[in-house]
């Protein structure tokens, strides 16, 4: 059995598998929080079920029995917000944000060691940023005029306070984000990416085959 090749018989790239450490692996987690955030979304991901659930009891009650119901409109909006905040930290986790590679795969190991740097750099700046900003969201929803705790409610009949708990969210989610890149800056300074190996002649293989 060659380097190249798997123990099913399956045959390898080595060029593909020589960048080990660094982040160009899409759903490896980098660090043990992204371990936890990882294990953490598969929970959270079932409000979309119970979102789905409410929405057909809401749908039934309506159309079937003309009793609609003053909260499952707004609870669903809410996890649906909460799903789409969470999202954030969830792909992060997983190397799963939305990206052009075509730049970062067409260089060497070395430099894309650098361009995960520099992505990191950029990354924590924008998240401590926009940290920042959703404090005095969060801040502006959780007090009154005069300072007080006062959580922003929707106005509704029912009134419930998810627009404050919504941006305690995005800030959560955020600040989660921030601490991610900040580990994951960490892990591309200290990485090191393995070396090329040169691909296998044709040659070399027919020979081991031999054997």
């Known amino acids: 059995m060659t380097p190249e090749t798997l123990p099913d018989g399956a045959a390898t790239d080595p060029r593909k598998e020589a960048v080990t450490l660094d982040e160009s692996q899409d ?4 660090t043990g929080l992204d371990r936890a955030i990882g294990q953490a979304g598969k929970v959270v991901a079932w409000l979309v079920f119970f979102a789905m659930a409410i929405t057909v009891y809401e749908v039934v009650l309506r159309y079937g029995f003309n009793a609609p119901t003053s909260w499952v409109h707004e609870t669903t909006v809410f996890m649906i917000a909460a799903l789409f905040a969470l999202g954030g930290p969830a792909a992060l986790a997983r190397n799963k944000h939305i990206r052009v590679r075509l730049l970062y795969d067409w260089v060497s190991p070395p430099v894309r060691r650098w361009l995960d740097i520099l992505n990191g750099v950029l990354g924590l700046l924008f998240t401590v940023g926009m ?7 969060f801040y502006t929803a959780s007090h ?8 922003e409610r929707s106005g509704t009949s029912w ?6 708990y ?5 800030l959560f989610a955020l600040v989660l984000m921030t601490v991610q890149m900040l580990l994951h800056l960490v892990h591309a300074i200290r990485s090191r990416p393995a070396p090329v190996t040169p691909a296998a002649t044709p040659a070399a ?6 054997r």
């Open 166 to 170: 919504t941006k305690g969210l995005i």
């Open 27 to 30: 759903g490896v987690f980098l």
């Open 205 to 210: 293989d027919t020979k081991t085959e031999g």
């Open 144 to 151: 009154n005029p005069l300072g007080e705790w006062q959580l």
């Open 159 to 164: 009134n419930p306070a998810f627009p404050a």
């Open 131 to 137: 940290s920042y900003a959703a404090w005095r969201m």
